[in-house]
């Protein structure tokens, strides 16, 4: 059975950075095609991709966020790790980790988890 | 980067009925590179459809998907009380790649 589970800090303040992890098993990010994306979904707006982590650790980043976003894996702990800087509060909304296997679509996402900036 | 607006934003109907939501790009899809989530409250979106019309694993028959270009539609022939959800587009065509806002399917 594939799972994927977001854990960080529900609260941050602005400026400071942001870290959050996505723990997954059932699945190899070693495997061809695989991929772990971040997905986030402000309060009542759509969802904004992130970033992606690929099999052949090849990272992509949404173009109008890269410079604040940092994507890394864990193959030990099967995890894989976003970090955002300089956060504000229109950075506030659930954070989604998800799988990838083929193309640019997410086949199973995690449960997701809420952020809220604020000072 | 491609604007996603689907139509309506709310849907209201019953139980049996067809449902017919939109998701209209704002520049053409390669490929039809189109994927169709499910997202109930408080939960992860799931995956429905993939590629405009290929259904993902263990996704009924009573949902299919069409279009290509800039015109995208998922169909739901006959609703099932599980079905009443937000249902979000996403093109993965073009990076980057881009949602919709949703569409809200609510029960009459």
């Known amino acids: 059975q594939i799972t994927l589970k977001e854990s960080g800090p529900t609260l941050v303040r602005p400026t400071q950075t942001l870290t959050l992890t996505c723990t997954f098993s059932g699945f190899s990010l070693s495997t061809r095609g695989v991929g772990v994306g971040w997905i986030r979904q402000p309060p009542e707006k759509a969802l904004e991709w992130l970033a992606l982590f690929f099999w052949d650790d090849e990272k992509r980043y949404s173009p109008s966020l890269k410079r604040r976003l940092t994507i890394t894996k864990d193959t030990s702990k099967n995890q894989v790790v976003l970090t955002m800087t300089n956060m504000d509060t229109v950075d506030t909304g659930t954070y989604y980790c998800a799988q990838r296997t083929a193309d640019w679509y997410f086949v199973l996402w995690g449960r997701g988890t809420p952020v809220t900036v604020s000072s | 980067e491609i604007v996603l607006t689907q139509s309506p934003d709310t849907l209201s109907l019953s139980p049996g009925e067809r449902a017919t939501l939109s998701c209209r790009a704002s520049?053409?899809?390669?490929?039809?590179?189109l994927a169709w989530y499910q997202q109930n409250p408080g939960q992860a979106p799931r995956l429905l459809m993939y590629g405009a019309s290929t259904r993902a694993t263990g996704i009924p028959d009573r949902f299919s998907g069409s279009g290509s270009g800039t015109d995208f539609t998922l169909t739901i022939s006959r609703l099932e009380p599980e079905d009443f959800a937000v249902y979000l587009c996403?093109?993965?065509?073009?990076?980057?790649?881009?949602f919709g806002r949703g569409t809200r399917l609510e029960i009459k």
């Open positions: 996403q093109q993965y065509g073009s990076s980057p790649i881009t």
């Open positions: 520049q053409s899809v390669t490929s039809s590179y």
